[in-house]
């Protein structure tokens, strides 16, 4: 079982909470890499080490903040990281399938906890198609 990395800003600090706490109910092991309370904090000093953890680990990690471009437009910075912005399961479904994201970000201010849950989830036990997705990805590095 691979470690699964996890950050938020103030405003996803909550939803990690309700993230973290479902994984380790799921007896995946998880790395917080914070913020570790609802005060205001720049999402970036979360974001960059969550992302350079999942390209070290060859892991999967999630981003929680606000609206969740932020954090998503930090992620994929990083060479490596295939973030995807997601609000629906559908929506993480095709991330792992056609993308291969390895890491989800979540706007907490417009996902409830039931469909963050649900998200996350999909994430994990959806695998990547390959095939045609796979040339396509390829030319994500650029």
């Excluded at 405003?11 to 994984?23: C, D, P, T």
């Excluded at 995946?28 to 680990?57: K, L, N, R, W």
């Excluded at 989800?104 to 036990?125: E, H």
Aim: hydrophobic content about 45%.
């Amino acid at each position: 079982m691979k470690k699964l990395m996890i950050g938020a800003d103030h405003a996803g600090f909550e939803l990690k909470a309700v993230l973290i706490r479902h994984l380790e109910v799921l007896e995946q092991q998880v790395h917080d890499y914070g913020t570790y309370s609802a005060e205001s904090v720049d999402y970036p000093d979360f974001a960059h080490p969550v992302a350079e953890a999942v390209i070290e680990q060859e892991t999967l990690g999630f981003l929680i903040c606000g609206s969740g471009n932020g954090v998503c437009m930090t992620a994929n910075k990083h060479a490596g990281i295939r973030a995807a912005l997601c609000w629906t399961v559908e929506l993480a479904t095709l991330a792992r399938q056609h993308n291969n994201a390895n890491m989800l970000c979540i706007p907490a201010r417009f996902v409830d906890q039931a469909t963050a849950v649900a998200m996350v989830d999909t994430f994990l036990n959806t695998p990547f198609e390959g095939g045609r997705h796979k040339t396509r990805v390829n030319k994500i590095k650029g």
